[in-house]
């Protein structure tokens, strides 16, 4: 099993510290997710992990290797990232086929089949120029890229950003596929949770540059759920539990808990009780976090 570390990774912009000593390991063989609120520096992580930005401290290895500038490290690690094309920028001239020859220059393991089937599937035309294409052409184009890789290590920023729920679906079936396929490891960043969620397997939630909770997606949201009715009602249920974005209005109140192993809503009080999204859950753990 590889492993792809981060231990205690500092990113500052002048005075701005994006990450704040931050510690994760990536196993091979799964599919993460990334969520956070904007800024929160999940683009930041994925550059650094992938030798796309400098650490201004801590590490990063993958199987122990250092990655930064290390070319035995970095033929296993893709990251593709959403692309903002602007009329000024020099890649607002290539096409679609000159961006996608770039590409595998530097992707050692590049397929370029599935590259060429790709594109057919996505409906993009080689020949036009990327300051042409709509925003979500190039999510397709990103999505070939990350797919077409190979590489062991896949990060994917805002993947489906742009794309018409026909094509979302598309592209998590295309991931699937892939992941049954190869068992490569993916990350994916996205702000668009509760469709995401069906094929992740761990989430990582990250908040002001640090890891405020990362575990199975199936154990997490089977231990988190909503009590709400009468304040009192509430506290007595809850109390001793992990509370989480409490809201109260008049006598009514309602908290987001997250269970222990052996913990349970008290059930000799009159409250409600219901399970809680990943998306909920993330809402009520950033909320007071903010």
């Not at 000593?21 to 999940?42: F, M, P, Q, V, W």
């Not at 930041?44 to 401290?57: D, E, F, I, K, V």
């Not at 249920?237 to 992990?242: H, I, K, P, S, T």
């Not at 987001?256 to 052996?262: A, C, D, P, S, Y």
Request: hydrophobic letters at 40%; proline letters at 2%.
């Amino acid at each position: 099993m590889s492993v792809l570390k981060c231990e205690k990774l500092v990113k500052t912009y002048g005075q701005h510290r994006v990450l704040q000593g931050l510690d994760l390991t990536l196993e091979s063989g799964k599919i993460y997710g990334l969520i956070g609120r904007n800024g929160a520096g999940k683009t930041t992580l994925l550059s650094m992990m992938s030798n796309q930005n400098p650490l201004t401290g801590g590490t990063v290895t993958l199987d122990g290797e250092p990655v930064w500038e290390n070319p035995k490290a970095l033929h296993r690690i893709c990251f593709a990232r959403e692309l903002n094309i602007s009329a000024e920028s020099g890649l607002s001239k290539y096409t679609v086929k000159r961006y996608l020859q770039t590409a595998a220059t530097f992707l050692p393991h590049w397929d370029r089949e599935m590259a060429d089937r790709l594109i057919r599937d996505f409906d993009l035309d080689p020949k036009k120029k990327l300051g042409k294409l709509s925003k979500g052409m190039l999510s397709m184009l990103t999505i070939t890229v990350a797919l077409a890789s190979k590489a062991e290590f896949t990060f994917l920023d805002e993947p489906v950003a742009g794309l018409d729920v026909v094509a979302r679906e598309q592209f998590y079936k295309l991931l699937l596929d892939e992941y049954t396929d190869t068992g490569r490891t993916f990350v994916i960043s996205t702000h668009i949770i509760e469709e995401a969620a069906d094929v992740m397997e761990e989430v990582i939630i990250l908040n002001r540059g640090k890891i405020l909770l990362m575990e199975n997606i199936q154990a997490l949201t089977s231990r988190a759920c909503h009590v709400t009715g009468l304040a009192e009602e509430v506290d007595r249920a809850v109390g001793g539990l992990d509370c989480h974005g409490t809201e109260v209005l008049g006598r009514s109140k309602a908290v987001t808990v997250l269970l222990r192993e052996g913990e349970a809503v008290s059930k000799n009080c009159d409250v409600t009780v219901q399970p809680l999204s990943l998306q909920k859950l993330f809402v009520a753990l950033c909320q007071e976090e903010a």
